[in-house]
């Protein structure tokens, strides 16, 4: 599933592209995703204001969501969930399907960057194989009361996160600190992935009480959190199946991954002995895998 840095990453890809567009049309073609789309969703999405169609104010993120606000105070909420995909191209028609796993299309028009009275038209798609995405529509003043996200935890890039804040909310909690980092409640946008490389870069066990870390570990925890956020970001998200950027290609972070996915290989920057240690372990936790090198990232 798309983590923080593939939604930001993707966020700021149409965010370039589709500026301050404005909605022209759109078609469902498909509404049983994960969540079945509301049977007015297209109508009040293409409402018009005083100026014609909707224009797209902002490209926001929230944890894995990303939120498209439109003129009049609606948003729409998209979860890409495990292999959705929102695809770009230079278009003036929404027909015909362009996938059989195409489930929604978008029909953008903006001003040309060039100048002038001549407008681009793009087309946004938005296909899941496995239909585990979903879309819905809310208003922009009641969108922290929205049920999928009214309980998100602190964004990782929030100016209060950092040590303390761990510490305050790890505290009295019995389960492993990497099961606490998959709590979208305590913090939004970390899945298995980039938990497992933080606590690599914190030198934390991910089996260790998240009640139990100290001040000076929860304060290198999210540090590590962080940077490798801050780094998978630069490097355009991971690609391991479905992720894709909105122009078709991939980003490349997973071949700068220290431990997920490297079982039995060397723990990179350490001086563990492979023959001794094993390499990198593989666990299952809450039926989730999880990497890291036993050597490094101590109890």
Not at 95 to 112: K, T
Not at 144 to 152: A, F, I, K, M, Y
């Amino acid at each position: 599933m798309p983590e923080l840095p593939e939604v930001e990453v993707l966020r700021r890809q149409l965010r370039r592209a589709l500026g301050d567009a404005r909605l022209a049309d759109m078609r469902i073609y498909e509404r049983r995703l994960r969540f079945p789309l509301s049977e007015g969703f297209a109508d009040t999405a293409l409402t018009r204001d005083r100026r014609g169609t909707p224009r797209l104010e902002d490209i926001r993120r929230r944890g894995k969501y990303l939120l498209f606000h439109l003129s009049g105070g609606r948003v729409l909420l998209c979860h890409l969930g495990m292999s959705g995909q929102l695809l770009l191209e230079d278009s003036s028609q929404l027909e015909p399907r362009r996938h059989c796993h195409e489930h929604l299309a978008f029909l953008f028009r903006r001003r040309d960057r060039r100048g002038g009275s001549r407008t681009r038209t793009v087309r946004l798609g938005f296909r899941d194989t496995r239909r585990f995405g979903f879309w819905d529509i809310a208003r922009a003043d009641e969108l922290s009361e929205h049920p999928r996200l009214r309980g998100l935890g602190m964004e990782p890039f929030d100016a209060g996160f950092g040590g303390s804040f761990l510490v305050g909310a790890f505290a009295g909690r019995r389960v492993s600190v990497k099961s606490a980092l998959l709590d979208q409640r305590i913090v939004a946008g970390v899945g298995n992935i980039y938990a497992s490389e933080a606590l690599f870069r914190a030198r934390i066990s991910p089996m260790v009480c998240a009640g139990d870390l100290t001040a000076r570990r929860c304060g290198r925890l999210a540090a590590g959190i962080v940077s490798v956020l801050e780094d998978a970001i630069a490097a355009g998200g991971s690609t391991r199946r479905d992720y894709v950027h909105s122009d078709g290609g991939g980003g490349y972070f997973q071949h700068r991954w220290s431990v997920y996915g490297r079982e039995g290989e060397p723990c990179p920057g350490c001086r563990c002995r492979l023959a001794e240690t094993g390499g990198i372990q593989k666990s299952l936790q809450s039926g989730r895998s999880t990497f890291y090198c036993p050597a490094r990232q101590r109890r």
